[in-house]
């Protein structure tokens, strides 16, 4: 929808969304931009639709993105967030149209030692669980293929690392406002598995424009120097508990939302994770522009307009995004 708004051209390749309801359905998205339902595991169909769209910006967002489900689908994730970025590469490299790439991987891609600093760009990779790891070697691929492939060919490619992001339209399962929501909606108490896990909490719109502002520098003329990996997160204040997003949800949602600050569970997830974002601050001009009040407040506010059914969703998160876009 931004990228729409922006006057972009905009090819969607995706397998189907994978809930129900989700943000592509719920704001009619298949009418606004063309669409290709396919794998990025399966290179000539990627291939296919690369020499259709013929792009000049290629984003690649497409994963399996969660880390408890990657517990449980380690080599379907492996696959998809590994093999799935070699292929979008590979065919990215065969298009001759394509002039920039912004790869999109996690914050979770660093080697996390419980730092109580923030991880720079230059920290090395590494991951625990299935998902950090398939993202660490993303980020492998991605460096390797620039050098090898891209340094030469006038094609400038970089990585993004975005801390933990919320937003409305987001139904995925082990994710902590989504499950907030169903609580919520289903009038049960939420229950916290990392009620004191730290994160770098920021609303979706916040690394969204730094991806925008990356794409645009690499079609620039130095865009040799932005060819890199970027973190994109909150500022200090942004980094907070689980417990204390959690709680700030239920407030803005009202109407006797309980959350519950215990709940044990056996998988490992890391206890800290802070971003260093000196960086996009001081190379691409970029900062965050909603603290984390406005932030929960903006996410539950959307839900509360798709649940009450007061508003079209489209028209709504085109709104929001105006509104970000004057807050900036």
Avoid at 311 to 325: P, T, V
Wanted: aromatic residues 10%; hydrophobic residues 40%.
């Amino acid at each position: 929808m931004w990228l729409k708004r922006l006057g972009a051209d905009v090819t969607g390749y995706s397998l189907e969304p994978p809930t129900k309801p989700s943000l592509f359905e719920v704001c009619g998205l298949e009418k606004v931009v063309r669409t290709v339902k396919g794998n990025v595991t399966n290179l000539d169909d990627l291939s296919a639709a690369f020499a259709d769209a013929r792009p000049e910006i290629v984003f690649h967002l497409a994963a399996q993105s969660l880390v408890r489900p990657s517990y449980k689908k380690p080599v379907e994730t492996l696959n998809t967030n590994i093999l799935g970025t070699v292929n979008l590469l590979e065919a990215a490299r065969n298009t001759r149209s394509v002039r920039a790439v912004v790869v999109v991987t996690t914050d979770k891609c660093y080697e996390n030692k419980g730092w109580v600093y923030p991880y720079r760009e230059t920290e090395a990779l590494g991951g625990y669980d299935p998902y950090s790891a398939s993202k660490a070697c993303a980020e492998i691929v991605t460096a390797s293929y620039r050098s090898s492939f891209f340094s030469d060919a006038n094609v400038a490619v970089a990585s993004a690392r975005a801390g933990n992001v919320i937003g409305g339209g987001d139904w995925a399962e082990d994710r902590l406002l989504p499950d907030c929501i169903r609580a919520f909606t289903g009038k049960r108490q939420v229950e916290l598995r990392y009620p004191h896990a730290i994160r770098p909490w920021q609303h979706v719109l916040e690394p969204l424009r730094g991806y925008i502002l990356l794409a645009e520098k690499l079609l620039g003329s130095e865009a040799a120097a932005f060819s890199d990996s970027w973190n994109f997160g909150p500022d200090a204040a942004g980094d907070a508990t689980v417990g204390e997003i959690a709680q700030k949800a239920a407030d803005y949602w009202g109407g006797g939302a309980v959350v519950s600050q215990e709940k044990s569970d056996k998988l490992h997830e890391a206890g800290i994770l802070r971003l260093d974002i000196t960086k996009a601050r001081t190379n691409l001009d970029w900062r965050p522009s909603w603290p984390i009040d406005r932030a929960v407040k903006e996410t539950i506010s959307w839900y509360k307009a798709w649940y009450g059914k007061t508003d079209d969703m489209h028209r709504f998160s085109l709104k929001q995004i105006e509104s970000y876009e004057e807050s900036v």
